[in-house]
């Protein structure tokens, strides 16, 4: 019966012990958790505040919306297609959309040079995800045009050497270009 006694403490300390270390790193593991959501949320929180915000500085690179001349106006906006506040590692996709005020003479020329046609005639097979003129974002909708004449090109949609996929609307009436990007 001696011999038990001492075998009952030391498996009691170890126990005990087991426990109290379960204890802390539940303790750590919590902790860690609450940090992580905290900033999770802060990070939602500033995408979401991102994504509603209407920007009018100039597009950059310019390369991605070619002969656009020097506008006197812009409007644009930003969607994440992803998570970026994933912990999983990895780039995010982006979409943008804008409404861009063209001077006359480069509504003219944009329209010539990519031979836009109207939207109307354009087998919509041919657009990515349907696209169309009516899918602006709400806070980019008053900035389009009212009674347009939307025109299409699809040899603007392709030129080089954007990375971005790409469509475009023009309304050369109003001096009006709706785009559309999205990463890929």
Not at 7 to 13: D, E, K, P, Q
Request: glycine share 6%; with cysteine; hydrophobic share 40%.
């Amino acid at each position: 019966m001696a011999m038990r006694r001492p075998l009952l403490v030391v498996a009691g300390g170890v126990s005990a012990g087991m426990l109290l270390a379960a204890a802390g790193w539940a303790a750590a593991g919590f902790l860690l958790i609450r940090d992580d959501r905290a900033e999770s949320r802060a990070c939602q929180e500033s995408v979401k505040a991102a994504e509603a915000k209407v920007r009018t500085d100039r597009w950059d690179p310019p390369e991605d919306l070619p002969g656009l001349g020097a506008y006197p106006e812009i409007h644009w906006q930003l969607r994440a297609l992803g998570n970026p506040c994933s912990r999983v590692p990895g780039p995010t996709d982006w979409a943008y959309q804008g409404v861009v005020k063209l001077r006359p003479e480069d509504a003219r020329t944009l329209a010539k040079r990519y031979e836009f046609v109207p939207y109307e005639s354009v087998n919509l097979d041919e657009l990515p995800d349907d696209s169309s003129p009516a899918d602006v974002w709400p806070a980019l909708a008053p900035f389009l045009p009212t009674e347009s004449r939307w025109l299409h090109s699809r040899s603007y949609n392709e030129t080089d050497p954007s990375p971005l996929w790409r469509v475009a609307f023009l309304d050369v009436e109003h001096q009006t270009l709706v785009f559309m990007l999205n990463d890929h």
